[in-house]
């Protein structure tokens, strides 16, 4: 995973709330088997008509949001379904920040592990920075995950709080299976234990019968 | 244990699944069992190859293959969308080359992920439940703690059978009394979320209590806990009783004899103690709730169905009004219109909310010596092939199809835009499933969530429906 310490950007601003991972990446689109290639379809039901052609009217169809790095919205970012494709469709965009008021669980979890950092400010920063984004090219914003701060184009600092655990791997850019393996000798014990007290769970009991025909 | 601080169904299942827990407070949870499915996995498969690890219990583990297939006959004869088909060969071969178990496409044990996990005896009380699908949470209805995962997460449960986790908060909704005719588990969970919000729930693990919830059936608390997700919260819960106790003991694959007796020993113990305490509490009246249906975009625009489409204008500041006229654009609808005077194109039963034998059931009830309105595309599509045979067995195919009604084979089908079952733009569609966002069963479609006896009516009158209208003839 790619680490994330400072990013300084465009943010395009895309006032809405509820902005459902429907949205972010239209269930058609989901059918690759790789991680990368889902940026040309983020926002996919906006960005394009129904003849394929751009819609002028999208955010990030405009210059200079084409190539935002950071995107405000409103509440419940995320909303939806588990589908870890909204952050890659981000990040395949360009996408490595999004700010918004407060986040769907799922999608949250889904964007640190990721590399793409949701920064969770209340409504009136987000709707301050909703003004700063649309200034365009010239008003580009700071995401400082060190010092856990927003820069806004004026300078002036806001904090933000990232849980340590997880600032610390996106930091360092730390694939957490691998510090989860260090704790096998725990996850072992742990597993003893259980077979001893739930035996029933160390196996599905039975297979139905064959079905016709298998 | 005497002395204890009193501890609610959540915190039981979650303290007895803690491996470790990290100085900052994230545990490091133990994950019982792990299902899979061919969309949101062929990544995570990927990078244990990458990284050389392979499956840490490959028993806890089962794959099947739903969202992506075809629900006609075609399937029988090689699915013909070149990438679904690569991502359920893709599937296939994962499952053969780490070992684990899959469901092939073709048994008859087949079907949604949600739905097959307790009706085979995979997903038990007290389990930790997860799969890389948002509506997990349907397995706890079972009284277990089942959530959605992403795909790092899917990879990160295939190598370690465990998974990083802070602990979410308690939330109680309780809905006491008796459910009025016509309407059913689906009714009180849109109620529920109209009166929560889709964000209501955020950060919490809700436990549906009361005796209107354990009154219902195992398919109904299935339905309820199925759309906790779209409350917003993580997962949704019910505590096992006598109605789980029995379910489970004519699972397949659940544990029998000596075995299961010690089970159920052990989840009796279960369910909260009294006193415990709840961050958040929600109560509602059963007794209040009417056959509903939502108008908008989101699970939280809902109304009961003798209700008139919101004015935009009553809301109470201007980026809500606007909100308001742009779901409204987008279903074709105008402030004041009567629901019931919505036409119609398609109507869709099915999807793991809504696709289990008593749905079926309730669907045939209505259907039963009437006819599917001239005009209307109807589909049945059971959760899983086991359903199916079942619903042959008592012959409500025979009754649906009389009715007009398409008799279809398992899968997720018109739930979500990506297989063959799809609206065109504009299309109109009463709906069992979960979700009514824009462009969810295809771009353009229109959305009406409900029940499967509400659905049923639709496809008869032509528009929606009030059920209560349509009394079941006869019996079925
Ligand atoms: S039926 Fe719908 S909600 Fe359920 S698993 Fe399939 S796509 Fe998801």
Not at chain 1, 69 to 90: D, K, Q, T, V, Y
Not at chain 2, 29 to 52: C, K, M, N, S, W
Not at chain 2, 209 to 216: Q, T
Not at chain 2, 402 to 412: D, I, L, N, T, V
Request: proline share 7%; charged share 25%; glycine share 10%.
């Amino acid at each position: 995973m790619q680490a994330f310490t400072t990013l300084t950007g465009i943010a395009a601003p895309l006032p809405k709330a509820n902005v459902d991972t429907d949205q972010i990446i239209p269930a058609r689109f989901l059918k690759s088997i790789s991680r990368t290639g889902f940026g040309k379809n983020l926002f996919a039901n906006f960005r394009y008509k129904e003849d394929g052609s751009e819609n002028p009217d999208f955010v990030l169809n405009q210059e200079p949001y084409r190539k935002a790095e950071i995107l405000i919205a409103f509440e419940n970012f995320g909303c939806g379904s588990s589908r870890e494709h909204a952050p890659w469709a981000l990040l395949d965009f360009g996408i490595r920040c999004v700010i918004a008021p407060d986040f769907a669980d799922i999608f949250h979890n889904n964007s640190f592990k990721n590399g793409v950092l949701p920064v969770k400010l209340p409504r009136a920063v987000c709707e301050q920075l909703m003004e700063d984004a649309r200034m365009g090219g010239n008003a580009r914003i700071t995401v400082d995950l060190e010092r856990e701060v927003v820069v806004r184009p004026s300078g002036e600092e806001i904090p933000f709080k990232i849980d340590p655990l997880r600032r610390h791997l996106l930091l360092n850019g730390l694939d957490d299976i691998g510090q989860t393996m260090q704790r096998a000798g725990a996850i072992d014990a742990f597993e003893a234990k259980r077979a001893a007290a739930q035996p029933w769970l160390a196996a599905p009991a039975e297979a139905p019968a064959t079905p016709p025909g298998a | 244990m005497s002395g204890q601080k009193p501890r609610t169904l959540f915190d039981k299942i979650w303290d007895a699944h803690v491996v470790e827990t990290l100085p900052d407070g994230t545990a490091l949870l133990y994950i019982d069992l792990h299902l899979t499915h061919e969309v949101t996995t062929p990544q995570a498969f990927d990078g244990l190859r990458q990284a050389g690890r392979r499956l840490r219990r490959p028993e806890a583990t089962l794959g099947v293959i739903d969202h992506n297939i075809a629900t006609d006959a075609s399937r029988y004869t090689g699915i013909v969308d070149p990438e679904s088909r690569v991502q359920v060969e893709t599937l296939e071969r994962n499952a053969a080359e780490f070992g684990m178990p899959l469901i092939p496409l073709l048994d008859q044990r087949q079907g949604i992920v949600h739905v097959i996990g307790p009706e085979l005896g995979r997903s038990l009380p007290g389990m930790t439940i997860v799969c890389g699908d948002s509506h997990t949470s349907t397995h706890g209805a079972m009284g277990a703690l089942a959530f959605g995962i992403g795909t790092s997460e899917v990879e990160h449960v295939l190598a370690t059978q465990t998974l990083l986790q802070k602990p979410a908060k308690n939330m109680k909704v309780e809905v006491n009394g008796t459910l009025p005719l016509g309407c059913t588990a689906k009714d009180i969970v849109l109620a529920i979320i109209g009166r929560i919000g889709t964000a209501g729930g955020t950060g919490h693990v809700i436990e549906f209590a009361g005796d209107a919830i354990r009154a219902l059936d195992m398919a109904g608390r299935m339905t309820v806990c199925n759309m906790s997700i779209e409350g917003g919260a993580r997962a949704g819960m019910v505590a096992p009783d006598e109605t789980t106790f029995d379910y489970v003991r004519s699972r397949p694959m659940a544990p029998k004899g000596e075995a299961l007796e010690r089970a159920i020993a052990y989840w009796r113990t279960l369910p909260s103690d009294p006193g415990a305490q709840f961050d958040t509490v929600v109560r509602l009246e059963a007794g209040d709730i009417a056959p509903q249906v939502t108008w908008g975009t989101s699970p939280e625009d809902v109304l009961p169905i003798t209700g008139l489409v919101p004015d935009p204008e009553a809301a109470e500041d201007e980026a809500r009004r606007e909100q308001m006229r742009r779901k409204m654009q987008y279903m074709g609808i105008t402030p004041g219109q009567r629901l019931q005077d919505l036409k119609v194109d398609v109507v869709f039963v099915g999807s793991c909310t809504n696709s289990r034998i008593e749905d079926i059931r309730a669907a045939a009830a209505i259907a039963r010596g009437r006819r599917v309105a001239d005009g209307v595309r109807a589909m049945v599509v059971p959760g899983s092939g086991l359903v199916k045979a079942q619903a042959e067995e008592e012959g409500l195919d025979r009754i649906l199809r009389e009715a007009g009604f398409e008799w279809r084979e398992a899968g997720c089908s018109m739930c979500l835009g990506m297989n063959p079952d799809k609206l065109t733009p504009g299309q109109r569609c009463a709906s069992t499933s979960n979700r009514n966002f824009e462009g969810r069963q295809g771009p353009g479609g229109r959305t009406h969530l409900l029940s499967p006896a509400m659905a049923a009516a639709a496809a008869i009158a032509g528009h929606l429906a009030d059920v209560r209208d349509f009394q079941p003839k006869g019996t079925v």
